[in-house]
Each structure stands twice: as C-alpha cells, then as structure tokens.
C-alpha cells in the first residue's frame, strides 16, 4: 500500500511566522501534490511538482512556496503566515509523468491553526 | 436513496440497503475520474476509478458509473455497512491539465443501523 505521511497532525502557529509542512511518501511517486481543504470549498491545489527539483503552481499559489530536494519529500512554505492560512492541508502522490491515468493518494492532513 | 449534486447534502441509508452518490462533473473535456472516501480526522482514501471510454467499472462492493452525455458520475456501495459511513467525493482530470485534478465538495453519507 501507498504511504504518504505528514509529519504533523496537528500545528498552531502565529501570524508572521514562517511554516514548514513536511510530507514524504514511499512508493517512488513521480508527482506530488499540496492541497489545503476548507469547508464548502473543496480541496483546492496550491502547488505540485512532477520530479525533483521542479515545481508548478496550483490554483491558489499566493503565500505558499514549495521545495523537492528529494523524490520522496515535498516541503510546503508559508512564508509569513496568515489567520486565512488556517486550514486543513493535504499532501498527495501519484505515480507517473505529466499524463496519467493513475490516482492520487493522500496522507492524513495537518490541521494548521495560525493565531 | 440518492444525493445530487457537488454540495454537501447527506444521504442517510440503513445498514444493508444500496446507496447511489451522484457528482455532476463540469468539463466535457475530462478523461478521467476517481471516487475518494474520507472519514473524519483522516485523509481522502482511493476508492475507484474509470476512464472516459468506459461507462462502468466495479470493483469490491461498489460500482462507478459515468454518463459523458450529461456529464454525470455516479458511485453505487452495495449492502451499505456503518463503515462506509464518511464523505465522499469525486475527482475529474481535464484533458490538457497533466495530472492536476478537480474535486467536488464531497456528500455525507450516514447510515443508520
């Protein structure tokens, strides 16, 4: 089975801090994903990347960065946090290039709370 | 029962009936499509996927339905059990969107014993 792990289950941060959201997986997964989920709204896509060292934005890129030093981690930043960064944030992976047919899979989220 | 739609209404079954999860995809263009479970505290789980050039795929007490004429998607879970309770939701990949995929809000599915 795919494992994607989160290093935190839940964080709470202040404003103006700079976050590090880890996440690494152990199938050899070419492209990860970061996702933040809010209720009502759905899982929206802030960044992804497809290989090491290589990263597209996602829909909502603002605030975020992104970092793969390694196939098996994919780091998100938050440069200066915010209240409206408060959310639930998803990371995923999934097999293949830039056209696949294959499913993500997900870690288990990290609540971040920022006050 | 059946529940429409991308909100999140709920869908409340008794343990042992058949549920039906409708998702209404909005892109003629999408090839590929996947159904995801997710209970609460933990993250969307894969359950089942198909291709646009399929119209049914089964797998293990489920079966996913797609009608690209009207553009909707459908998951059937046979005999409900209380651990199918949770939110489920669909997922549509556009064709020319390399893997990126679209989800819809999801449907709370209840069921009852």
């Known amino acids: 089975d795919v494992k994607v792990t989160q290093s935190s289950r839940y964080l709470v941060k202040r404003t103006g801090e700079k976050v590090f959201l880890e996440c690494v997986q152990d199938?050899?997964?070419?492209?990860m994903f970061w996702y933040r989920q809010d209720p009502g709204l759905g899982l929206r896509l802030i960044y992804f990347s497809y290989d090491v060292k290589m990263k597209e934005k996602g829909d909502i890129p603002e605030g975020y960065s992104v970092s793969r030093e390694k196939k098996e981690r994919f780091s998100l930043i938050l440069e200066s946090a915010s209240t409206n960064q408060t959310s639930m944030y998803l990371c995923?992976?999934?097999?293949?290039?830039?056209?696949?047919?294959?499913?993500?899979?997900f870690g288990d989220g990290t609540r971040l709370s920022i006050l | 029962g059946e529940s429409v739609g991308l909100h999140l209404p709920t869908l409340s079954v008794q343990e042992g009936d058949n549920s039906i999860i409708n998702c209404a995809y909005s892109n003629s263009a999408s090839d590929y499509f996947i159904w995801y479970k997710q209970e609460s505290g933990k993250g969307p789980q894969f359950i089942i996927d198909i291709r646009s050039n399929m119209d049914k795929r089964q797998g293990q007490r489920v079966t996913v339905l797609l009608n690209k004429t009207v553009k909707h998607l459908s998951l059937q879970i046979a005999a409900t059990q209380p651990g199918d309770s949770a939110v489920y939701f669909c997922?549509?990949?556009?064709?020319?969107?390399?893997?990126?995929?679209?989800f819809g809000t999801g449907t709370q599915l209840k069921v009852e014993l």
């Open positions: 997922a549509e990949r556009h064709t020319g969107g390399g893997n990126k995929l679209t």
């Open positions: 199938m050899d997964h070419e492209n």
């Open positions: 995923a992976s999934s097999l293949l290039g830039r056209m696949s047919n294959q499913p993500q899979h």
